[in-house]
């Protein structure tokens, strides 16, 4: 009777590994729609945005699941992929594949009980994600490109579901960061594979001929750039407090991150990063406290 419960604990905890729910801090752009429209303090529209949120996270977990099967002899012979559960064969393809649709046919649902402007979004995000990992991913820039899309895909669809105005400036930060974020993660790929780069990511033999420290240093700028641009032209309404007294802790955020990834290589997995550089986490907390006393003032 234990034994047959362990099993089936060790089973169910594969089958959660295969969604990667510590991804799932990627969604918390959704939320910025109903944060900057001023609307996050309605509970209906807080409700919408948690529920596009989730929407978000069950389709990046389909994908992850898409990703993870077709990958699954690629990453046998990577040097850390090669735990993922399809590629230890923890889960088998049916079951993964059965799984990933199942995921995606929920997010849809969640998706619509808010518009089907959103759920078409939803469904338009699983497509381009899965054209990534079919094709996208192995063209270098267009890949980073295509990992930036779907966080701008994210950002507004968070402002469509609280039936917000799109924010020229959302959409430019979000596209910038996640470039910027991107580019981290091809510098680390590139790094830990020692030149091995035709076995793993084919793109990454494209990014072996550029200086990804200078284009993510520019990059960088460019985003604290848009958010100081940002952070100056947005109306004030009266406030107490002007949204610029939030960019202190952006810098701080960016210039750590870029450290780490430049001095520590520890740009692999940005969502893991979050949790465990207290800097990193500090500064974007403070951030967070601060946007709020800016809305509340």
């Known amino acids: 009777m234990r034994v047959a419960t362990g099993r089936q604990a060790y ?4 089958y959660l590994r295969l969604m990667r729910p510590h991804q799932w801090t990627k969604n918390a752009v959704v939320l910025a729609g109903v944060v900057f429209s001023g609307q996050a303090n309605e509970p209906a529209q807080l409700l919408r945005a948690c529920l596009a949120a989730i929407a978000f996270c069950l389709v990046s977990s389909a994908v992850y699941v898409f990703n993870d099967w077709h990958d699954r002899d690629e990453d046998r012979l990577h040097p850390t992929k090669c735990s993922r559960p399809i590629a230890a064969r923890e889960v088998d393809s049916a079951s993964a594949l059965l799984l990933g649709g199942a995921l995606l046919v ?12 959103l759920a078409g979004m939803i469904l338009v995000y699983a497509i381009l994600m899965s054209a990534y990992t079919l094709w996208l991913r192995s063209v270098a820039v267009i890949d980073v490109l295509t990992i930036a899309s779907g966080f701008v895909l994210r950002a507004i669809g968070g402002t469509v579901a609280v039936t917000a105005p799109i924010s020229m400036w959302l959409f430019v930060c979000t596209l910038l960061l996640a470039l910027m974020l991107g580019l981290g993660k091809r510098r680390h790929e590139l790094r830990i594979l020692h030149g091995e780069t035709s076995h793993h990511r084919p793109s990454l033999a494209g990014y072996a001929r550029i200086d990804l420290d200078r284009v993510m240093l520019g990059v960088g700028l460019l985003t604290l750039g848009a958010y100081a641009l940002y952070s100056v032209a947005v109306p004030t309404y009266g406030r107490s407090l002007p949204m610029i007294a939030t960019l202190p802790f952006v810098v701080l955020a960016i210039v750590r991150y870029l450290y780490l990834v430049f001095q520590r290589n520890l740009g692999g997995s940005p969502e893991v990063l979050l949790i465990r550089d207290r800097p990193l986490l500090l500064s974007i907390a403070v951030w967070s406290v601060t946007v709020a006393l800016v809305l509340a003032s």
Do not use: F, G, N, Y
Request: no cysteine; charged share 5%.
């Open 106 to 117: 929920v997010s849809i649902v969640v998706a619509l009980l808010i518009s089907p402007t």
């Open 11 to 14: 089973r169910l905890s594969a």
